[in-house]
T-cell receptor, first 113, second 117 residues
């Protein structure tokens, strides 16, 4: 089955700096890669996703890149703000039928004001 | 995206009792729902895939007789933790596989925090 690894497990940045979280996956059949943000005690919220037919996607301060050859994808947050502090999870799935997501281990991002 | 609710949000029960958690898709007819468990400071672990009108598909290591899943309608799936024990204490989250703006993704419920005394 799919194995998703995520690094780093914790990340602290100064407000305004950029944050980068990296994930690797093992199953070459995976073709859908969402990122979720989870605040303490709350549900994961989808913040951005990418499919294997593109290499990069951007939504305001958030961008995701995908390298299918190397089987890794990354989340980039620019101009970080304190409200970006949360746990971020990457995930991967083979988008056939229902989306069975395999999650990374999570990254706790702390943005220091 | 799909709006997903869960009930209850928090439950405390005695060891040996059973607890039922409901997951509702409020604005989307969900053929497929997923149940996850999340221990403190850990990732989401898929427990089972709930399929409307048929048996759930359980992940390896998840006891189907202990975690009963029923998906009787396109808007409701239930997870019953039978004979709960302290080690079952966890955050249980459901999700709905939904089509939004032409693409499929998962939308999560708010979660249920189960504490077994």
């Amino acid at each position: 089955g799919e194995n998703v690894e995520q690094h780093p497990s914790t990340l602290s940045v100064q407000e305004g700096d950029s944050a980068v979280i990296k994930c690797t996956y093992s199953d070459s059949a995976s073709n859908y890669f969402p990122w979720y943000k989870q605040e303490l005690g709350k549900r994961p919220q989808l913040i951005i996703d990418i499919r294997s037919n593109v290499g990069e996607k951007k939504d305001q301060r958030i961008a995701v890149t995908l390298n299918k050859t190397a089987k890794h994808f990354s989340l980039h947050i620019t101009e970080t703000q304190p409200e970006d502090s949360a746990v971020y999870f990457c995930a991967a799935s083979e988008e056939t039928g229902a989306n069975n997501l395999f999650f990374g281990t999570g990254t706790r991002l702390t943005v220091i004001p | 995206g799909a709006v997903v609710s869960q009930h209850p949000s928090r439950v405390i029960c005695k060891s040996g009792t059973s607890v039922k958690i409901e997951c509702r898709s409020l604005d989307f007819q969900a053929t497929t729902m997923f149940w996850y468990r999340q221990f403190p400071k850990q990732s989401l672990m898929l427990m089972a895939t709930s399929n409307e009108g048929s048996k759930a598909t359980y992940e390896q290591g998840v006891e189907k007789d202990k975690f009963l899943i029923n998906h009787a309608s396109l808007t409701l799936s239930t997870l019953t933790v039978t004979s709960a024990h302290p080690e079952d204490s966890s955050f249980y989250i459901c999700s709905v596989d939904a089509l939004s703006e032409g693409t499929r993704t998962q939308y999560f419920g708010p979660g249920t925090r189960l504490t077994v005394l």
